[in-house]
């Protein structure tokens, strides 16, 4: 992987790539899947209505990747940015596209928080409960009013022309899952290189 960023192609999508931090000379050096080798045994365990959590488990656990552009849009709501998962602050600074391992362990904080704040409302993640799981969160913290209205002016601007929300459709488990990935890296002092 080169050291300077490439142009962000949505069209292509986006991966997020285990490497090995700091990177040694022009390259990182991806980490070896064996590093995430236990999460195929998680996918084994899985309920068989979690068919996309397995999934995504046995990619990390074969790749040390995560197909991340299904992910983005959610991610940058959970936490509140844009272009988390595609590193944007980081090329915005002419840097490479990296999230350091403090990044991950944030991603992986605010996932895990979500998964636990969601556990009210059921395995099922769509747009309307994750408003609802955020709304909740919101009303309890500093600045409520502040927060909900920027609240609903992001939710407002993931619908469509005809106000239709994205079609989300993620469980507790596949988010689970995400966000053992990127807790693992925070854990181990690996970075996650955003590749197109």
Avoid at 9 to 22: K, S
């Amino acid at each position: 992987m080169a050291d300077t960023p490439t142009g962000r192609d949505e069209a292509m999508g986006l991966d997020n790539v285990a490497v090995q931090w700091p990177r040694t000379g022009r390259f990182y050096e991806p980490v070896a899947p064996a590093e995430f080798v236990d999460f195929a045994a998680f996918a084994e365990k899985v309920p068989a209505n979690a068919a996309p959590a397995a999934a995504l488990a046995d990619h990390i656990a074969e790749s040390g990747t995560v197909r991340a552009t299904g992910y983005s849009e959610l991610v940058d709501l959970l936490l509140g940015l844009s272009g988390v998962l595609y590193a944007t602050d980081a090329e915005a600074e002419d840097e490479d596209p990296v999230i350091d391992p403090d990044g991950c362990a944030w991603i992986a904080g605010g996932l895990e928080r979500f998964v636990a704040g969601h556990a009210d409302f059921g395995d099922e993640v769509t747009f309307d409960t994750v408003a609802q799981v955020l709304r909740r969160a919101i009303s309890s913290g500093r600045l409520p009013e502040q927060q909900l209205r920027w609240l609903d002016e992001r939710l407002a601007a993931l619908r469509d022309e005809g106000g239709e929300p994205p079609q989300w459709s993620f469980t507790l488990t596949e988010l689970s899952v995400l966000a053992g990935f990127y807790r693992r890296c925070a854990d181990r002092g690996f970075a996650v290189y955003a590749d197109f």
